[in-house]
């Protein structure tokens, strides 16, 4: 394995780990360069099992012989760069407390028809700002089951640190892929057979119960951003619109937590409705 010591941050090799708490700045440049961090001994493990291809790592010292069990048959492939953490802080601008960072290359996304065709249940991101929740989402996403997520082109990058960390590393699990507007989305979930259905605050939303009793064999649960929520022209291009029952004055949850809420009543709905086919058969 080529491990190399880090003798200057400015050494070209180490561009990809460069200022990684500048937001704007790595919005930019990473998918551009086709490159995301996996921050986490944890989340490169789960990187390498998706079949994701790693450019480096960068790692202290004490972390050095667990990076190398995880990287496996690549150790002679890989660059390790190793370095002392104050100077693993100053290249980076935080501390690495969770091991190791790797720049892994981003994988192609597949088309958004190729990934309905194969799904059942899935939930649409639109327009979400916070890479926490996107991350949040995602995590719920892989625990309680839906089967794909779609993120619009407003949505926040499922694969920057903070995303791809909050969740554990599951997005880097669930299959998902960029589309549009939902507007212009529509006629692929109609083609594909998905009911959508808009997760807002409307007069006229139906309860997510009620909807839940008797939901639509495939549907697209879309959920709008922080704060506004779904826009009039998102909501028009739904073919649904259900809310979550609240109480106490609160008008709504964190819009990963209603994703959440809203999958574990979609996926009880069905579990109860196998459940009925297999009393109901011979």
């Known amino acids: 394995m080529p491990i190399i010591g880090i003798d200057s941050?400015?050494?070209?090799?180490?561009?990809?780990?460069v200022a990684l708490t500048d937001v704007a700045?790595?919005?930019?440049?990473?998918?551009e360069r086709g490159l995301y961090i996996a921050e986490s001994q944890t989340v490169l493990e789960r990187a390498l099992r998706a079949g994701h291809e790693p450019r480096s790592v960068l790692v202290a010292p004490r972390w050095l012989p667990q990076v190398q069990a995880v990287l496996g048959d690549r150790l002679d492939d890989v660059p390790v760069f190793v370095g002392e953490e104050p100077v693993l802080e100053e290249l980076t601008g935080f501390h690495l407390h969770r091991g190791a960072l790797a720049a892994m290359q981003r994988p192609e996304?597949?088309?958004?028809?190729?990934l309905l065709e194969r799904a059942r249940r899935v939930v649409?991101?639109?327009?979400?700002?916070?890479?926490?929740?996107?991350?949040?989402?995602?995590?719920?996403?892989?625990?309680?089951g839906a089967d794909a997520v779609l993120v619009t082109s407003t949505c926040a990058d499922p694969l920057y640190r903070r995303s791809v960390r909050v969740s554990m590393g599951t997005?880097?699990?669930?299959?998902?892929?960029?589309?549009g507007?939902?507007?212009?989305?529509a006629p692929v979930f109609r083609a594909a057979g998905f009911e959508t259905v808009a997760m807002a605050l409307r007069d006229d939303a139906v309860t997510l119960d009620a909807y839940a009793a008797a939901p639509a064999e495939r549907v697209a649960l879309v959920f709008g951003s922080e704060g506004p929520g779904l826009?009039?022209?998102?909501i028009a291009a739904a073919d649904r619109v259900v809310r979550i029952p609240?109480?106490?004055?609160?008008?709504?949850?964190?819009?990963?937590?209603?994703?959440?809420?809203?999958?574990?009543?979609?996926?009880?709905?069905?579990?109860?409705?196998?459940?009925?086919?297999?009393?109901?058969?011979?």
Do not use: K
């Open 25 to 31: 700045l790595r919005r930019r440049t990473e998918p």
């Open 124 to 144: 649409v991101l639109d327009g979400l700002v916070d890479h926490t929740n996107v991350g949040a989402a995602f995590r719920s996403v892989a625990g309680i």
């Open 181 to 185: 507007s939902l507007e212009e989305a």
């Open 9 to 17: 941050l400015e050494d070209p090799r180490l561009t990809d780990y």
């Open 109 to 114: 996304l597949p088309d958004a028809s190729a």
């Open 171 to 179: 997005v880097l699990q669930v299959p998902w892929t960029r589309i």
């Open 231 to 234: 826009s009039a022209r998102a």
């Open 246 to 282: 609240m109480h106490h004055g609160v008008d709504s949850l964190n819009v990963a937590a209603s994703a959440a809420v809203a999958m574990w009543a979609l996926r009880h709905a069905s579990d109860a409705r196998a459940q009925r086919a297999s009393q109901a058969s011979p």
